[in-house]
């Protein structure tokens, strides 16, 4: 709600409830769970998985289709996994003997929307 007393708009999705960097300074609690995702992010190898899982068909990858790629070891992999998992960026269920991954459209919706930079005209940039 805003200062000027008026109502607060119904129907947005949670994406919209926070506001980019350009309109309004975050918050300290915000501005910690944004960290660690984009802290989670900036490691080259994560950043591929998330990627990888995100392109998936169906959306989800076994952890076995998650090895190939890389030129490291399955621990170091199972490592990586488990920073994003924390960071809030995937979730995971086991089934069986493997686990499989999947990116939250919600977590990649917050860190897009802190980013997004409102239209801006030429005018104003000269």
Do not use: N
């Not at 309109?23 to 915000?30: F, K, Q, S």
């Not at 994003?84 to 493997?98: F, K, N, P, Q, Y």
């Not at 990116?103 to 104003?124: D, H, T």
């Amino acid at each position: 709600m805003s200062k000027q007393g008026g109502l607060p708009v119904l129907g947005q999705d949670e994406a919209a409830c926070c506001a980019p960097m350009v309109r309004e300074p975050l918050g300290e609690e915000a501005a910690a769970e944004l960290s660690r995702m984009f802290k989670a992010l900036s490691d080259p190898i994560r950043l591929r998985l998330l990627s990888l899982i995100a392109s998936y068909e169906g959306g989800e990858a076994c952890v076995c289709d998650l090895i190939g790629p890389f030129d490291v070891s399955q621990p170091t992999i199972s490592h990586h996994l488990r920073v994003l998992r924390e960071a809030g960026l995937v979730d995971s269920e086991r089934r069986g003997t493997w686990v499989y991954y999947w990116v939250l459209p919600e977590a990649l919706a917050r860190l897009s929307g802190l980013l997004e930079v409102p239209a801006v005209s030429a005018k104003a940039l000269t």
